[in-house]
């Protein structure tokens, strides 16, 4: 169950793929994110053709009042991005 004061993520759940930037027909990885948590998080596990893998998990961080993600990949990349509404927008 969700708590009270938590946002709900509105982002959909599924598997999707991504494609060449220089050729719009071809798949190079596949994604899939999935809700957790009483629908309060989001795990993405995402893997590329050519190895690359990586997985992250995002939050809504009630001390801060933002959302948050942490990325890491097989490669040794960290990425961390926080984020809130305005005006409807992710900021």
């Known amino acids: ?13 599924g598997d999707w793929d991504a494609y060449d930037v220089a ?5 190079v990885g596949r994604g899939q994110v999935t809700k ?3 629908g309060c ?8 053709n050519d190895g690359l ?5 995002s939050l809504w961080d009630a001390s801060r009042g933002m959302w948050h993600q942490s990325w890491v990949t097989n490669r040794g ?8 509404l305005e ?5």
């Not at 998080?41 to 590329?48: D, N, T, V």
């Open 53 to 57: 893998e990586g997985e992250s998990y």
């Open 87 to 91: 005006r409807g927008r992710m900021c």
């Open 23 to 27: 050729d719009s027909t071809k798949a």
């Open 1 to 13: 169950m969700r708590q009270s004061g938590v946002p709900p993520v509105r982002l959909l759940a």
């Open 36 to 38: 957790m948590l009483g």
């Open 77 to 84: 990349g960290l990425l961390l991005l926080d984020g809130h």
């Open 41 to 48: 998080a989001l795990r993405e596990s995402y893997r590329q």
